[in-house]
């Protein structure tokens, strides 16, 4: 993997999310069946905030393949056709319009526009 927009300082259970757009670079070998994505996520809302959900879109090279709203943590998963996956680099971008600063909630000096962590993400043929 080869992220960008991903927190460079992870704890020890996820990787925050600090733009409102984030994507990571992989490779997989020609694949004879269709590619399962499965993300474990808890979404960055506040308590007390006006935020109460994280809209999550989620495009692979470019093409929507998922859209979700998070409001607790969850499991997201969606199905990709292996057409669109390339034998070379991929792309997976995660678009988060809802992402905003705890600065800007008032809640720190912290700038990240945090919106989702990242707990796992797994790939399995189906």
């Known amino acids: 993997f080869s992220p960008a927009g991903f927190s460079p300082n992870p704890d020890q259970v996820s990787t ?3 733009k409102p757009f984030v994507e990571l670079s992989f490779r997989v070998p020609p694949l004879r069946r269709d590619l399962r994505i499965a993300i474990q996520v808890f979404p960055f809302l506040p ?3 006006w935020l109460t959900k ?3 879109w989620v495009h692979i090279n ?3 393949v998922h859209f979700c709203t998070v409001s607790a943590p969850c499991d997201v998963g969606f199905t990709v056709s292996r057409e669109i996956i390339s034998p070379r680099a991929n792309r ?3 678009a988060l319009p809802n992402a905003v600063s705890p600065s800007e909630l008032k809640l720190g000096d912290d700038l990240r526009q945090l919106g989702l962590a990242f707990v796992e993400l797994t790939g399995t043929q189906v």
């Open 16 to 18: 925050w999310s600090e």
């Open 47 to 49: 308590e007390g905030s």
């Open 54 to 56: 994280q809209d999550c």
């Open 62 to 64: 470019g093409l929507l």
């Open 92 to 94: 997976l971008s995660f």
